[in-house]
C-alpha cells in the first residue's frame, strides 16, 4: 500500500500473496498486530475492512468474540463471509471474559497453521492493556500468523499494535440498477498509527468484482489536496535485499 | 432386562419382556412363573395379555443386554484364556487344560455358576468336547451336565434335533419325518441324509451340524483379543497435595506404552485416590490421536485446581481410556511441522480449557429462517465444512435474537422511514426490499408470521438489514412489528 496518494487517484492494494507457515509477518506485507477500531457503535464496516485485508489461503482462521461484542454488535454470520473473499473455514470460539479472548488469540497466534486470528473485545477492559498487546505481537511476530483485534467501544489507549485503524460507515454508492437502494458499501479507513507505513486516511471499497484478486481493496485518499514533499518517497514494501 | 432404578417385581409374578415384531410387540422373554403358567417366548404379546391379563410386560433392552454380555466374555476370562458370544444369550469358555486350576471340572462348574450368581444372574451351564455339544447340552440337557468324548453321542442323543440350531424350516421337516431327537438323527444311515441334505448351507444341513457336535469336524472359537488397556500408575509413599511435579513422569510413562502399542490417546483421564477412601478424575479429550506427553500435559494446565485434595492422596493413575491407532507418521520431507497438526493440537487446548461447545465449526442447514442455516457443531466432534455461497446478499452480523425497534414515522408500503432502536433515533435514507421470507410451515408451529425484509442505510451509512414480522391484515396477530436482525458491512 502507498502511504498517500494524490487526491482523487485510486490505489490499488496489492493482495497478500499466500503466507507460508515460515514467511514472518513483515515480509509477507501482512503486519503481526493490527488493532481496528470501529468508529461507530455495532458498525460491521471494520469487519468487512479486515476481511478484505486478509491474504488468500485456504487454512482455517480463528475467530473470538467475548460476550459483550456478540451482545453489541451481533454475532459473526457464516453465510455472508464468501461474500468478501472468506473462502476457508473459519474456527470460532466464543468466551465470556476478556481475559480468555487474549488467551485464545496467544494461543492462536502460536499456531503457524492459521491463515489469520482475529479477536474482538468490546469495552476497554482493563486486562487488555500495553502489555497484552506486546505478548500478542511478538507472538504473531514469531509465527508468522496476521492477527487482528478489534476493538469496539474502546478510546484506544497504548498498544504494541504495528498498525492501528479507525474503519467506520461511510454512505454507499449508488446502485446501478435501483436509484434508491443503497449500493455496494465505502468505509472510511483513517491508519493513525503504523510502523513500516505513514498513517493517513482513505476512502476504503471491497470490489469482489475485480479481475485480479490483488485489486480488490481499493482506497481513495480523503487527505486535502495537497502536494506531496520534495522527496517524499513511498516506504517500500519490503526491504531491498 | 429390567431396569435397574425400579423395584423389580417379585418371583411370584409373571414377567415377559417384549420386543418390537412384524405386528406388533412379541414376547423377547418371559421368567420361570411365566413358563410355568405356559406363556412362551415369540408369542403376540396381545394373545398373551388376553389369556392371562395380570402379566407384567417390559420392553426388553436388546442393545443393552448385547454389550452386557460383551462384557461378561471378556470379564470371563479369568477361567479360561478364549471365551466367545454364542448368538445372544450365551457365552462358550474353552477350559481346555484350565479346569484343574480350579480344583477339577465339577468345581469349575461350580464356580461359574456361584460367581455368576454373585451378579445377579442366573447361568445355565454344561461341558462338552465340542462346541455345538456345549451349546446343545446348555440349553436343552439338565444343568451342569458333564460329558467325555466317550459319552457325548449318549448324552446329546435324547437332547431335540433343533438344538442343533437347525433352522426353523428344517426342524420342522425332520420333526415330520420322525426324526425328533439327535439320536434317532444318528441312526438313520448317513447315505440317506445325504441325498436330501448335502448340498445345503450349514443352518439347513443337519450332517455338517452333527458332525460338529459329535467332534468328527473342526469348529474353532475365534476369540476377540482382550480390549487394549493403557494406565500409568503412580505409588507415593507418603500423601501429597499437590499431583503436578508427579505429571510428567506419569504421561512419559503412559505415551510409552502407547508407542510401543503403536496407540494414540484420544481421551486421557487423570485420577488422584485420596487417603479418605475417595477419588477425584479430571478428562480432557483431544481432537486427534496423540502420544506427545507434552502435550497432553499442556491440556490438564488449570483444570487441576478444581481438585480437591483432601487430606492428601498417594496413589495417582493416568489412564487413556480411548485409544485409536496411531503409526510413526512422517508427513513432510522437508522436516517443517504438519500445520494440521498444530491446529489440532490447538482444538484440544482450547477445548480443554474452555470447553467443548464453546470452539466450534459451522455447519450448513438448508432452512430459510436466515438464523437457522448456520448451526454450530463442536470442533472436537465436527471436520470444518467449506463455506456456504448464498445467492443473495446477506448481513455480515446477525443478532440473536433480533431485536425490536420502535417506528416513529410509517410509511404504508415500506420500510420505517424513521426508527428508534437502543435509544437511538435513525432516519431511513436508501432501502433495498422487501424480500419476503415466509414460515416453514412444515416446521413451524401454526401462526407463525412471514417477514419481509428490508435493508436500509441511514444517514451516517450504517446499514441495517429490519424486517417486519406479518402484514396488516393476515389475521395472525395484531399491528405487525419490527426488528433489527443484522448489518451489513
Known sequence: MENDSSYGQVLHLPRRTPSGPRIKAD????????????LHPFDPSATGFLLS??????RPALWIQDRASRQENGQIYGPSLPAFGMDRPVLQVHVSHPRDVLWAMEEGAACAGLSAVIGEIHGAPAVLDFT??????????ASGVPVFLIRSGDPGGLSAARERWRVGALPSQPDPLDVQAP??????????RARTRRPGRWRAQYDPDAKRAADRLRLVSRTDDRALEAGDQPIPHRPRA | ????YRTAPGPEVAVALSRDGPHGPVIHAINQTARDRGITAEARVVDMRAIHPDLHVEEADIAGDKALLRRLEHWSRRWCPWSVLDTDDGLILDVTGSAHLFGGEAALLHDICNRFAMQGLT???????????????ARFGPQGSICTHTDLAAKLGPLPAHALRLDKATAQLLNRLGLKTIGALCDVPRTALMRRFATLPEDQNPLILLDRALGQAADPLNAPPDPLQFMARSSLPEPVIDPVPHLKSLAEDLCTQLAKAEQGARQVQLTIYRIDGEWRSVQVATARASRDPLHLLRLFDGKLDGVDPGFGFDLLTFEATRVEPVSLIQDRLDGKRDPDADIASLLDRLTARLGKDKVTWSTWSQSHKPEHVEARVPALQGAPEAPLVLPRARPIRILTPAEEVTVIYAVPEGPPSQFRW?????????????????????????????????????QDGRRFWLYREGHLHDRRGDTPRWFVHGFFA
Open chain 2, 1 to 4: 432386562m429390567i431396569s435397574q
Open chain 1, 132 to 141: 497484552a498487546t506486546k505478548r500478542l505481537a511478538m507472538r504473531a511476530d
Open chain 1, 27 to 38: 515480509q509477507a506485507g501482512c503486519p503481526a498486530l493490527t488493532d481496528i477500531f470501529p
Open chain 2, 422 to 458: 437502543r435509544r437511538v433515533l435513525y432516519k431511513t435514507t436508501r432501502y433495498a426490499g422487501p424480500e419476503r421470507i415466509a414460515p416453514e410451515w412444515w416446521k413451524d408451529r401454526p401462526g407463525s408470521r412471514l417477514r419481509d425484509y428490508y435493508k436500509i442505510e441511514v
Open chain 2, 123 to 137: 447361568a445355565r451351564l454344561a461341558m462338552a468336547p465340542t462346541r455345538g455339544g456345549a451349546q446343545a447340552l
Open chain 1, 183 to 192: 449500493g455496494k458499501p465505502h468505509w472510511d479507513a483513517d491508519l493513525f
Open chain 1, 53 to 58: 485485508l486478509l491474504p488468500e489461503t485456504t
